[in-house]
């Protein structure tokens, strides 16, 4: 009889917890389901380089290895871009909602950049990535 209160409450907890964080993150949850809307042309590539180096090097280095030249000063360098997981484990939409609002250090962009420039930035950024 005890094991089986303390079970529910264990599963009561838990449901709470999930419910919890699913509102939390509901944003994210979403934006794991977005597609990038823009094709992967050479054209989207161009815009997000240009996009890149203007608002995005001193930071991440102009091939995204995380060696800005404000790098250095950051309490965390950027990871290298180059490596971030392809989808599923890393869908467009959570990486465009990393680069909309912020990740710690690094600011949001969501009052300075377009969606379709966005997504622009994640054509560059996918392109990094060594092909398979
Ligand atoms: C002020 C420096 C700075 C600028 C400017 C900056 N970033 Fe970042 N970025 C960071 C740092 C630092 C991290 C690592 C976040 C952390 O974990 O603290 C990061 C992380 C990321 C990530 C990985 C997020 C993840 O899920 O791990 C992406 C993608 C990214 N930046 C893209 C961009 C793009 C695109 C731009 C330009 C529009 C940009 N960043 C501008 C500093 C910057």
């Known amino acids: 009889m005890q094991n089986r209160l303390r079970v529910k409450w264990l599963l009561a907890t838990v449901a709470v917890i999930c419910v919890m964080s699913g509102i939390y993150y509901a944003d994210l949850l979403r934006s794991a389901f977005l597609r990038n809307p ?5 054209e989207s590539i161009a815009r997000g ?9 001193v930071c991440h280095g102009a091939e995204g290895r995380g060696d800005g030249v404000a790098a250095a000063a950051l309490p965390r360098r950027p ?10 484990v890393f869908p467009d939409g959570v990486v465009a909602y990393r680069i909309i609002n912020g990740v710690k ?11 379709s420039e966005i997504w622009d930035l994640l054509n560059f950024i996918r392109s990094l990535a060594p092909a398979k």
Not at 49 to 57: E, G, I, M, V
């Open 38 to 42: 823009i094709p992967r042309s050479v």
């Open 105 to 115: 250090t690094m600011p949001a962009f969501k009052s300075t950049l377009s969606a």
């Open 49 to 57: 380089r240009q996009l890149f180096s203007r608002n995005c090097a």
């Open 79 to 88: 990871d290298d871009l180059s490596k971030i997981a392809p989808p599923p």
